[in-house]
T-cell receptor, first 116, second 118 residues
Framework: AQKVTQAQTEISVVEKEDVTLDCVYETRDTTYYLFWYKQPPSGELVFLIR??????QNEISGRYSWNFQKSTSSFNFTITASQVVDSAVYFC?????????????FGKGTRLSVIA | NAGVTQTPKFRVLKTGQSMTLLCAQDMNHEYMYWYRQDPGMGLRLIHYSVGEGTTAKGEVPDGYNVSRLKKQNFLLGLESAAPSQTSVYFC?????????????????FGAGTRLSVL
């Protein structure tokens, strides 16, 4: 069965600190996709990144970076030099299969608070 | 381009009342989904559809029905609302790409419907 675990329920950091959000997943499929979504206080879900199981290359986008390690079934998300606008709930999600559009299985989310 | 639009944004129901949540997308997506979000639970799949006229059950389908009569619309119905259905409901849609640019297979979410059942 597929499962996504975000062990950190809440994290609080001071502005400009770096913070890493952990995501551990379980799946029996050899082909799957991993996602991160951001849910700011306004409530909408914002897509951040999609990574397939064949691409373990880390990715950096501005202050955001993602570390995908199949050996530990982890897909961690790091925010460098955090800002107040990064305060949100972050969800990691898994989609099994080749196409990546099977229904998502979400973790329970990590609430990040960045304090000025 | 509106993307995924959910109607209504807020609703309060009494136990036993019925209602329908509407999801409309203008991106010509084949796949549509309904999720519910409860505190500390993340999002859980209620029902989904892989195309017009098709629906399938997700993780938590009990108490809900869905219909996909038109490709652009996906309706979620509560026949007899219960307090346990108090939640935030999200609709999402995505392309069906089986080859070529699979990067298009991203689920885009609506803004959510906050439902309270008293």
């Amino acid at each position: 069965a597929q499962k996504v675990t975000q062990a950190q329920t809440e994290i609080s950091v001071v502005e400009k600190e770096d913070v890493t959000l952990d995501c551990v997943y379980e799946t029996r499929d050899t082909t799957y996709y991993l996602f991160w979504y951001k849910q700011p206080p306004s409530g909408e879900l914002v897509f951040l990144i999609r990574r397939n199981s064949f691409d373990e290359q880390n990715e950096i986008s501005g202050r955001y970076s993602w570390n995908f390690q199949k050996s530990t079934s982890s897909f961690n998300f790091t925010i460098t030099a955090s800002q107040v606008v990064d305060s949100a709930v972050y969800f990691c999600a898994l989609s099994e299969g080749y196409s990546g559009n099977t229904p998502l299985v979400f973790g329970k989310g990590t609430r990040l608070s960045v304090i000025a | 381009n509106a993307g995924v639009t959910q109607t209504p944004k807020f609703r309060v129901l009494k136990t036993g009342q019925s209602m329908t949540l509407l999801c409309a997308q203008d991106m010509n997506h084949e796949y549509m989904y309904w999720y519910r979000q409860d505190p500390g639970m993340g999002l859980r799949l209620i029902h989904y559809s892989v195309g017009e006229g098709t629906t399938a059950k997700g993780e938590v389908p009990d108490g809900y029905n869905v219909s996909r009569l038109k490709k652009q619309n996906f309706l979620l119905g509560l026949e007899s609302a219960a307090p346990s259905q108090t939640s935030v409901y999200f609709c999402a849609s995505s392309y069906l790409m089986t080859g070529g640019d699979l990067a298009k297979n991203i689920q885009y979410f609506g803004a959510g419907t906050r439902l309270s059942v008293l």
